[in-house]
């Protein structure tokens, strides 16, 4: 297990390493590992100590922790590493480390996990910590999208008709610095204060509706509640004000809808330039407090 200085950095002589990965969370308890309950993490870690050869489960922390039935295409985690196992990755081969780790974990994860990446992480670098924003989508098909079956598992098939407009409305008003304790699962000393950077819905094409959401952090059930407040008002149950109303209020709100999870996805991790990281570690650090 790694030590860490007040930065998050690795200390000693372990080498930190980013990787990036995707995943169909269709049949994972979510991201964090749990007893007797196949997750993310704890595929992951397996594999990794599998790979590494490591004696004791290899630690990851990741960018953001998936709920159950939460999918990921651009999931981050970072993992300390002794180096001279890193090294060895290769064995025989010319390929570096990174590749090599990529490889070998593609023959022993699932199908539904796929890492596309291995790197050295630059100094400062900290998955969760050092993150400008998460980016996700939500997908839902009404009665006037195209229903497609090969696409069932990361889309939800609404029975009502949906006012795209009223909806991408509704979500807009709800952008910026403000507390959003109203649409999240609290934690007992944890701040529900978030910067939304962007709720916005589109139609698709093929008629889907397609919600995007980033925001510097998201604290629990935070997306699918989001999104769940301005479908009513796409239904036209609710007037366009009502999700505004309802986060003035900045406690639980009872009447909103927690989406189903398997419409949506991580698509992407952001992070500032390799010499503001460090600093982004700290700040974000005495803001939330730690892990």
């Not at 980013?18 to 969370?25: E, H, K, V």
């Not at 990741?62 to 300390?80: I, L, P, S």
């Not at 959401?213 to 009513?232: I, K, Q, T």
């Not at 609710?238 to 398997?262: C, F, S, T």
Request: hydrophobic fraction near 45%; include cysteine; proline fraction near 6%.
């Amino acid at each position: 297990m790694s030590e860490e200085n007040a930065s998050g950095e690795a200390v000693g002589a372990l080498l930190r390493v980013r990787i990036d990965l995707a995943y169909d969370g269709t049949h994972f308890a979510g991201w964090a590992a749990q007893p007797g309950l196949r997750t993310v993490q704890g595929e992951l870690t397996a594999a990794l100590a599998t790979v590494l050869r490591s004696p004791e489960p290899v630690r990851v922390t990741v960018a953001g922790r998936t709920d159950a039935g939460v999918h990921a295409r651009g999931q981050v985690v970072h993992a300390d590493l002794d180096p001279r196992a890193w090294a060895e990755l290769p064995g025989r081969s010319d390929r570096e480390p990174g590749p090599s780790l990529v490889s070998r974990l593609g023959g022993i994860l699932p199908h539904d996990i796929v890492v596309r990446r291995a790197v050295p992480a630059p100094k400062g670098f900290d998955a969760r910590f050092a993150a400008l924003e998460r980016r996700y989508v939500y997908r839902i098909a009404d009665p006037d999208a195209v229903r497609d079956p090969l696409r069932r598992h990361d889309t939800v098939w609404w029975r009502k008709p949906l006012d795209v407009g009223a909806m991408d409305e509704a979500a807009r008003s709800l952008v910026g610095l403000r507390d959003f304790a109203a649409f999240c699962k609290q934690r007992e000393g944890a701040t529900t204060v978030r910067t939304l950077l962007d709720f916005s819905w589109v139609r698709l094409d093929d008629g889907v509706l397609a919600a995007t959401v980033r925001a510097d952090a998201f604290c629990h059930s935070m997306v699918r509640s989001l999104v769940g407040a301005v479908v009513p008002v796409g239904e036209g149950r609710r007037e366009r004000d009502w999700p505004k109303a309802l986060q003035e209020r900045r406690d639980r709100a009872l009447g909103i809808h927690v989406m189903p999870a398997h419409g949506l996805s991580l698509e992407e991790v952001v992070y500032p330039a390799d010499d503001a990281l460090a600093a982004r570690s700290s700040m974000t650090r005495a803001r939330r407090g730690p892990a």
